[in-house]
């Protein structure tokens, strides 16, 4: 018998819905749900945590204990990123740890625990917690193909996962590219090495292969196959899971689920992906075989291509993807899932718009360094040197990357108590994952997104103001005129048309401008008077947000020097001065907005 892991209410909505999916969309269903039988339900964990908070409005422990409280009988599983919990940065471990106690406290029985770059010493902590508090733990090895990759790399660490003390394997194939030969040999080697405890496959339907691999997968032994309720699978999401109920049905691997129960499932969830359509992307829809060649995933593929338009280098879509297998060659060969998957394709699209390592990212210094762990294969030495300098095996850290961390949890708890909202364990842990987002929800102040029947957004809509705001930062006001714009003198139009980033993913919001038209105040902008060329004019090569200023006006500065930092596409970079000098006169300060060519400090 094969059993099946449904992830309707997490992987199959962030893959296609951009994890938009709200508590209230799951609740109404649950009970039905509970009654399939699964072998395990996907429902909190990866990217929803951070959605909830950032862009619903909903607490991500409210949504657990309540759907735990609708399903009693099915285990609930949630996506654990190792020492990066649920956030793109390692956590120390008093933070980990007390993160899973409260995860299984409010209703999470099964954690599935993945690090991208398969050091299972990142592993070690959550998987000890976990069985420290009475949960299963799936253990995950991250799925790519690089030489070396081979069946036995995978054979050799579930072995050691195994000992570790994993209840289950499971080979996480997130960018949807195993091929059936891959996966019968991946689980066949295992079962015949020994290997004792169930095993999970866990695909995406992108590469047009799963089916196949899935079959294969069955033949070779599988125990438990990950799909998601059909609405919401194919494309970039799992394989359908009446579909494969229906293929084994009769066999000796029947899963001996309730069609007819699954397909009422199926009913409530197509009109769940309806009230969503604003979210639907074609392309998302399709296969995409080319992904077996580049290996980058669907979602870093619409995140590069929405980086790319933000950088206006759109055309050089195609030589980025030939330079992110080629950096990837360079580091490695990390799986690119999160976070590795940012760090490679950053730097190179970095590479292909600035030249080779000319300019390098914080986050790719800190992954030769070690401090996302040791990559799969030794980072070729020229590009260490490049990257960190002739001293460059001076700066390799040995140990875990956790290890140089200091205890967290105190001094958030400390930090959140001066912002008077309620301190219960759950509202600190959100706030130490995440300090900004985290408050902001915390306080009240969040905002909880539409769904595709409110829009188009009326012209008062906070979100339509916030997203004025982000598309027009130097505008201080924003009011609405019942006299059409040309009839007036100074203040201008706005448009009303907006591309809005969701997740890394573009999409179209309008606004209706009902009984007004919305303008901006001309008296509040900003100076537009800012000089473009200058002597000794420091300029900022990318668009992004200016993080830090590490000079003043007065300072002297060292050629090469590094005199601020900006962030840009979700990445951390240095700017440095390129004379030495004094600095004159700073024209922006943090937080601003600057665009490529913008001017930022004057060095004479
Ligand atoms: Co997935």
Redesign the pocket.
């Known amino acids: 018998m094969v059993q099946l892991h449904e992830?309707i209410l997490r992987?199959a909505h962030?893959?296609m819905l951009a994890t938009r999916m709200r508590t209230e969309d799951m609740l109404p269903i649950a009970e039905k749900v509970d009654q399939v039988g699964f072998f395990s339900l996907e429902v909190w964990g990866g990217a929803t945590f951070d959605v909830s908070i950032r862009y619903l409005n909903q607490d991500p422990w409210e949504r657990l204990r309540q759907l735990k409280k609708a399903m009693p009988n099915t285990p609930l599983q949630m996506l654990e990123r190792a020492m990066n919990i649920v956030a793109y940065r390692n956590f120390p471990d008093d933070v980990v740890k007390k993160f899973i106690y409260l995860a299984k406290k409010n209703g999470c029985d099964y954690f599935r625990i993945f690090d991208a770059l398969n050091d299972l010493r990142n592993m070690e902590t959550p998987m000890k917690a976990v069985k420290e508090n009475g949960g299963h733990v799936q253990a995950c090895l991250s799925y790519t193909i690089s030489p070396v990759h081979s069946v036995d790399y995978f054979i050799t660490r579930f072995k050691q996962l195994e000992k570790m003390g994993a209840d289950s394997l499971c080979v996480?194939d997130?960018a949807g590219m195993i091929s059936p030969q891959r996966a019968y040999d991946i689980v066949k080697g295992c079962k015949d090495a020994g290997v004792k405890l169930p095993m999970d496959l866990?695909?995406?339907c992108t590469s047009g292969m799963t089916g196949m691999a899935y079959q294969r997968a069955v033949e070779a032994g599988i125990d438990i196959l990950?799909t998601a309720i059909s609405p919401i699978s194919g494309g970039t999401a799992?394989p359908a899971t009446e579909s494969i109920v229906a293929a084994l049905h009769g066999t000796e691997w029947d899963t001996h689920y309730d069609l007819k129960l699954l397909i009422e499932i199926r009913k409530y969830f197509l009109e769940i992906w309806g009230k969503y359509r604003h979210l639907h992307r074609f392309d998302a829809l399709k296969i995409d075989p080319s992904v077996t060649l580049h290996q980058v995933p669907g979602g870093m593929l619409s995140n590069l291509i929405f980086q790319l338009e933000e950088q206006g280098a759109r055309d050089k879509y195609r030589e980025i993807l030939d330079e992110t297998a080629r950096v990837r060659e360079e580091l490695g060969y990390p799986p690119l899932v999160t976070p590795t998957s940012q760090v490679v394709g950053v730097q190179a699209v970095m590479n292909v718009l600035h030249g080779r390592y000319k300019v390098i990212t914080k986050e790719t210094k800190d992954y030769c360094k070690g401090m996302y762990g040791k990559p799969p294969a030794p980072i070729k030495p020229e590009i260490m040197k490049t990257v960190l300098g002739p001293q460059w095996k001076d700066e390799v850290i040995d140990c875990r990357p956790s290890d140089l961390l200091e205890p967290m949890w105190e001094k958030r708890k400390s930090e959140l108590k001066e912002h008077g909202v309620k301190m219960t364990d759950e509202n600190v842990m959100t706030y130490t994952i995440y300090p900004q987002v985290g408050l902001k929800f915390l306080k009240g102040e969040a905002v909880a997104e539409f769904y595709s029947d409110e829009l188009p957004l009326p012209i008062d809509h906070v979100l339509t103001r916030g997203m004025v705001r982000q598309s027009f930062p130097e505008l201080k006001q924003i009011w609405l005129e019942t006299e059409p714009p040309e009839n007036r003198a100074g203040p201008a139009q706005i448009p009303t048309e907006f591309e809005v980033e969701v997740d890394g993913e573009p999409f179209e919001v309008k606004v209706t401008p009902t009984g007004g038209y919305l303008v901006a105040g001309a008296e509040d902008v900003a100076p537009q008077g800012k000089p473009k060329d200058i002597e000794g004019g420091v300029k900022s090569s990318m668009q992004g947000t200016i993080l830090k200023i590490k000079v003043k006006t007065g300072d002297k500065v060292k050629e090469g020097e590094i005199i601020a930092t900006i962030e840009a596409m979700k990445m951390e970079q240095e700017i440095k001065s390129e004379t030495a000098g004094e600095v004159k006169e700073i024209f922006v300060k943090e937080g601003d907005s600057v665009s490529n060519g913008d001017l930022l400090m004057q060095i004479l």
């Open positions: 992830m992987d962030q893959s996480k997130m866990h695909s995406h990950d799992a």
